[in-house]
């Protein structure tokens, strides 16, 4: 939740690729579900120290850092489907970046759902009963391989 699906959906959209690092295979998510995520960092005011403990500085001082740091700017042109799940009342982390992305990723023809958990702040979001039912859903739904793949192993 929260940092976990910023890392999960950053994941999701950049995956890890076999170039770097010879001995180990490149990594393509197949499906993010992400609770209470930020997902865009590049708005953050030049000065704000808020987030100098993740990215070492400010905004002013390293803007690729945070850009890069993104999901949002990490769209690939065949993103995994994503499910988000976010508290309308919270105060840590704005919806409007992650209702802006789910748009973003249904523009490009993927599956994008955000369940917004109504007057739950931050972390009442992660503790709402749904979330874990909704996931599994979703992971089934994305997740499930086919009978004519599952006779060939």
Same mark, same amino acid.
């Given at each position: =939740? ?14 890890? %690729? ?30 704000? @120290? $808020? ?14 850092? =945070?850009?890069?740091? %993104? ?6 042109? %065949? ?27 249904? %523009? @490009?023809?993927?599956? &994008? ?7 739950? $702040?931050? =972390? ?5 009963? $749904? &979330?874990?039912?909704?996931?599994? &859903? ?12 599952? &006779?060939?192993?």
């Amino acid at each position: =939740y929260s940092a976990g699906g910023h890392l999960a959906t950053l994941l999701g959209m950049i995956g890890v %690729s076999a170039d770097l690092d010879a001995k180990t295979p490149g990594i393509r998510l197949q499906a993010v579900v992400a609770g209470g995520a930020p997902v865009d960092f590049q708005n953050v005011r030049p000065a704000s @120290r $808020g987030y100098t403990f993740l990215f070492g500085d400010t905004r002013a001082h390293l803007p690729g850092i =945070y850009h890069d740091a %993104s999901p949002i700017a990490r769209i690939p042109a %065949s993103p995994p489907p994503v499910l988000f799940f976010h508290g309308t009342t919270d105060a840590i982390v704005s919806m409007k970046p992650v209702e802006r992305m789910s748009r973003l990723l249904r %523009s @490009r023809g993927r599956p &994008a759902d955000l369940f917004r958990v109504r007057g739950a $702040g931050h =972390y009442g979001a992660a503790l709402w009963p $749904g &979330a874990l039912r909704e996931s599994i &859903a979703f992971l089934r739904e994305h997740l499930a391989v086919s009978a004519k793949r599952t &006779a060939a192993f």
